[in-house]
């Protein structure tokens, strides 16, 4: 039997009353004289030392009666066998912090040093279990390696923790919660469940993933934070890029200060850079800048931050330009590059290098030798002789852009589709012009006009048109857009592994307003990056982050180490560490760079109270063995409470004592008061 509120078991002293009362026995006040009684002798009063308790059931009801109320508020309840348990050993799992900034000072050997303190004053009744985190969790002494060489884990522990070090992850502490919980397993269900974390807990640490899920009631956090000898510090990020086709071509920096620190000077440098590549400049406390980075002479790729006392935020890492090459082939005569009504001319215009791609557009009325990328076809149709060999190189992944010109065109377009329906003829010449009226801004071949931007057509004119009619309905032929009077202006057809495009007008100024709008080049770079030619800028990577694979080729990657890993196809590779990692593989080889995550460069202390914002239970600063009743056990004993409510069966049984009581004493009154 246990109680919620023992202090009111004192209540029952109360008992005392009743026993005194009964004891002093007071004769009556208030006397009546009767003519009768002057002939009886009065009788002599028994004093108060000689009287003897009467009514002794009366006396024990009434007793009863103060004892039960006691009780009743005191709240029993019968405690099980798990309940008791709790209030002994333990299961506790440590959680050891092996993010970036625990690099800073000896935080890291501190950590360790208090992990093993924690398994060598462990009971051998109690169960341990060790993770480290960063970005995610990584168990290193389980419960079940506990329960089956409980005697051997600081020997255990000791030597796995020599084999681990801070990583330059970010401080995902609300996934390692998450993480954490199902490490408790059966085997731990009858013991007193606790995580112990051992972080420096800066304001970096991430809990969103926490909001996920609801905290178990019986399990508790105590929080230990490792404090370095000072907080002040100096935090780079990249903001932005522009990329130019230049190693420090618009890299612009986002700087940061610590609240109070006293650090006002800092100094921004490439690897091995002259001096005159430096910025030399000053920083209040709890500022942040956004600077453009020093002038790169040297192409180094590594950006250095000096001023503080902790180094592990003041790198960023900058990939080389690395513009990937494509092989544009226009099949016509190469005279009419320079000629401004020619396709060719705006073509060549419109395929500039920039920092992720450099076009190289060739011209000829054959095939290069070389299997060109993306072939066009405008102005002039091939001889028959070729129109097998261009199905055959669209088949094989090639990607095709053909401009009907004439109806001479109709046999490669049938040749090409495999649809032998197929015609071509001009569009009626007494036209002014024709518009875009039904454009399918969802398809891929058209993603560029996805953007809102760029979906306005209506200032763009098509002076001259071929109208293509298909006799024979093919559903691999698709009308990407239509012209105002309904017929197709752009036809899209998957053929083997390749794309073929087919236009109803040119984009040249004797076709249309094509060339000349703000929508011609938009419209070559989506089609580029349909062909697997992607514009858009590398993504900007961190520590944590998968890095991009050609899914359908295998790869070779060398970390920053220098240490080689081969992928299979499919295969995914996660940076661990801040540097260049090459990847050679698919259809090219690059450098991506791969850099601190940005909060972790937050180091004040964060108040462990936040966590019990997301319904962690903390263990309060008491919370040891041999201690009192901690808050946890206390609620614990209130759910057996409430559940059992012992107290109600107190109060029937209080009640019935009462009513005995009263008739006990109603009897006993009228006995007293009748005549002798």
């Known amino acids: 039997m246990s109680w919620l509120f023992p202090i009111y078991l004192a209540g029952a002293a109360a008992i005392i009353a009743p026993i005194l009362l009964h004891l002093r026995r007071r004769p009556p006040q208030d006397r009546v004289e009767f003519s009768t009684l002057m002939f009886l002798d009065a009788s002599t009063p028994v004093p108060v030392s000689k009287r003897r308790l009467e009514n002794w059931l009366l006396l024990a009801l009434r007793c009863l009666a103060l004892i039960l109320l006691a009780l009743m508020f005191a709240r029993p309840f019968m405690q099980s066998e798990s309940t008791t348990s709790k209030s002994g050993n333990q299961a506790t799992l440590i959680l050891l912090d092996r993010s970036a900034s625990m690099r800073r000072d000896d935080l890291w050997k501190r950590g360790v040093d208090e992990v093993e303190r924690l398994f060598k004053d462990a009971k051998i009744t109690d169960r341990m279990a060790l993770a480290v985190f960063d970005g995610g969790l990584t168990p290193v002494w389980t419960f079940e390696e506990d329960r089956n060489t409980p005697a051997n884990r600081s020997a255990a522990v000791k030597a796995r923790l ?89 890299v612009r920096l986002r700087l940061s200060s610590t609240r109070d620190t006293a650090l006002r000077d800092f100094t921004l440098a490439w690897e091995k850079g002259p001096a005159s590549d430096v910025i030399r400049a000053q920083m209040p406390a709890g500022a942040s800048r956004i600077l453009t980075a020093p002038p790169n002479s040297t192409q180094a790729t590594l950006l250095t931050l000096s001023g503080d006392k902790y180094d592990f935020d003041n790198r960023l890492y900058i990939a080389p330009p690395q513009p990937r090459a494509v092989r544009i082939h226009f099949l016509g005569d190469e005279a009419t590059r320079d000629e401004a009504a020619a396709p060719l001319y705006y073509l060549a215009r419109a395929l500039q290098p920039t920092a992720t791609l450099a076009p190289v557009l060739t011209a000829g009325k054959e095939m290069p030798a070389q299997s060109p990328d993306l072939v066009v076809i405008s102005g002039s149709t091939p001889a028959a002789g070729m129109h097998a060999g261009l199905r055959e190189f669209v088949k094989a992944g090639g990607f095709l852009i053909e401009v009907a010109t004439s109806a001479a065109d109709a046999p490669l377009l049938q040749t090409l589709t495999g649809i032998p329906g197929i015609a071509v003829k001009d569009g009626a010449e007494n036209e002014d012009y024709r518009m875009l009226a039904d454009v399918k801004t969802e398809h891929p071949l058209l993603k560029p006009f996805g953007d809102p931007k760029l979906r306005d057509f209506t200032k763009l004119r098509f002076w001259r048109y071929r109208q293509i009619e298909i006799k024979d309905t093919n559903d691999n032929l698709e009308t990407l857009a239509k012209f105002d009077n309904g017929q197709p202006a752009i036809l899209s057809a998957r053929i083997g592994k390749g794309t073929l495009i087919v236009l109803a007008s040119g984009w040249h100024p004797g076709d249309s307003q094509f060339a000349l709008s703000t929508k011609f080049v938009p419209l070559l770079y989506g089609w580029l990056a349909a062909a697997g030619f992607s514009h858009d800028p590398a993504a900007t990577l961190l520590v944590g982050d998968a890095l991009p694979l050609d899914a359908t080729a295998a790869h070779t990657v060398t970390d920053p180490a220098n240490k080689t890993h081969s992928l299979k196809a499919g295969e995914s590779f996660t940076a661990a560490e801040v540097g260049l990692y090459k990847i050679e593989g698919g259809s090219h080889t690059r450098t991506v760079a791969v850099n601190l995550p940005p909060d972790e460069g937050r180091v004040l202390p964060l108040a462990p109270r936040k966590l019990a914002e997301y319904g962690i239970k903390l263990a309060s600063g008491e919370d040891s063995a041999g201690s009192g009743e901690t808050t946890d056990q206390r609620l614990t004993s209130t759910d057996t409470e409430q559940r059992q409510q012992t107290w109600w069966y107190v109060l029937l049984v209080l009640l019935a004592v009462l009513v005995l009581e009263t008739w006990i004493a109603g009897r006993a009154r009228q006995t007293t008061l009748q005549p002798t």
């Open 162 to 250: 020599a084999e681990l070090a801070p990583g330059w992850g970010a401080t995902q502490l609300g996934r390692a919660l998450i993480a954490a919980v199902p490490s408790f397993d059966a085997s731990t269900a009858a013991l007193k469940k606790r995580i112990h974390l051992i972080s420096d807990l800066q304001e970096g640490t991430r809990l969103d993933a926490l909001r996920t899920i609801a905290w178990p009631a019986e399990l508790t956090l105590k929080v230990q934070r490792l404090e370095p000898v000072t907080n002040d510090n100096f935090s780079m990020a990249l903001a932005a890029r522009d990329e130019e086709g230049k190693a420090d071509a618009g």
